[in-house]
């Protein structure tokens, strides 16, 4: 095998490198990526030079010019201008070159790999440090809402148990409130009925040692009406203020034996504008009331009665028969009022 880089026609035909123009080979030393032979570099046109420097003319021996162009021709940076005339010197140099080139690559390789992997290790191990921490900070944060779930489910679990348990006591309260309330109503009209023949006289000036049998004669006496305390009047007794106030006027309760008398003895009595003077109080004009006699409860519902009336524009308030009645004007039907709710019939 003939190589064009050198005299050697012989080597190792692993070790050799084609021109890839004249298709001529040479050894590996040489070898360059698109490496031309010095024989075809030699036929390229040279530039034109502008002086007028004589060209030299070739040589028709192709052997003293293949011999002249190996001898001239160093194709080695820093080497010697003498070729490589000994096979086995050529043999021995590439082998080594070509070991410490691939030694070179492996250790930068090796190197650039090292690198390479020691950053991507410290890059994934801070990314993975960074992930793990925020990881145990979500892992903290789910055992807390955790735990606060648990609490709260624990905490409506027991206030459901309490609501269901209040709901019962409510529904126990509000029938013991209808009962209790079904109970004031029945004992206030029970009350009621027992005060049925009795008249409540309000305005008399209480006197030491009075006579509350005379109060009443002269009461009937001035109303014009024929009334006999020891045949009409079951008893007749001064009673303490609702509030226990000393300062106010006891009022005189009346129990009639018949309550047709005691109705007729109202009717008459109210007829008149009577006052203390008329009763030989001196000096004294207040005005003397006789009413029904009634329960607490129905005095709490009368002041109610004509509190709410006079903001509707009601003109009458009345009592008769121990019952509470109201009317707007002369023409108006009369409303009744028994107990608290019928306030809403006053509209």
């Known amino acids: 095998m003939v190589f064009t880089c050198c005299a050697v026609t012989t080597g190792d035909v692993t070790k050799r490198i084609t021109c890839t123009k004249c298709n001529k080979h040479n050894h590996l030393k040489y070898f360059k990526n698109k490496w031309v032979c010095p024989a075809c570099t030699a036929k390229q ?132 409130r209808l009962s209790m309330d079904n109970m004031l109503k029945d004992n206030n009209s029970k009350e009621q009925w027992a005060r049925r023949s009795n008249i409540e006289i309000v305005g008399v000036p209480q006197r030491k040692n009075e006579d509350l049998i005379s109060v009443l004669r002269d009461i009937a006496r001035v109303a014009d009406f024929k009334l006999d305390p020891s045949v009409d009047v079951d008893f007749v007794t001064r009673v303490a203020p609702r509030n226990n106030d000393d300062k106010k006027i006891k009022p005189i309760v009346v129990r009639f034996l018949a309550r047709w008398k005691k109705d007729e003895f109202l009717s008459h009595a109210k007829k008149l504008k009577l006052k203390c003077s008329d009763l030989g109080f001196s000096n004294n004009s207040n005005t003397i009331y006789l009413n029904d006699h009634l329960t607490s409860a129905n005095k709490a519902l009368l002041q109610s009665t004509k509190k709410l009336a006079k903001e509707r524009g009601y003109s009458y308030v009345w009592v008769k028969n121990c019952t509470i009645m109201a009317r707007r004007s002369d023409t108006s039907p009369v409303v009744h009022i028994l107990q608290q709710s019928d306030l809403k019939k006053i509209v």
């Not at 000994?86 to 070991?99: F, G, H, R």
């Not at 921490?133 to 809402?145: G, H, P, R, Y």
């Not at 019962?168 to 013991?176: F, P, R, S």
């Open 45 to 176: 046109p040279k530039s034109t030079k502008s002086d007028n420097t004589p060209v030299r003319a070739a040589s028709s021996n192709s052997a003293q010019s293949a011999a002249l162009h190996h001898e001239n021709i160093n194709m080695r940076r820093g080497g010697s201008a003498s070729g490589c005339d000994d096979e086995s010197v050529c043999a021995q140099s590439d082998p080594t070159l070509l070991e410490n080139i691939k030694e070179y690559f492996n250790l930068e390789f090796a190197r650039l790999r090292a690198d390479l992997e020691s950053s991507i290790v410290k890059r994934l191990s801070a990314e993975i440090q960074t992930v793990k921490d925020e990881i145990s900070s979500i892992k903290s944060s789910m055992e807390f809402l955790h735990g606060k779930y648990e609490e709260v489910n624990k905490r409506l679990d027991r206030v459901d148990k309490e609501i269901k348990t209040f709901s019962a006591k409510t529904l126990e309260v509000g029938e013991l």
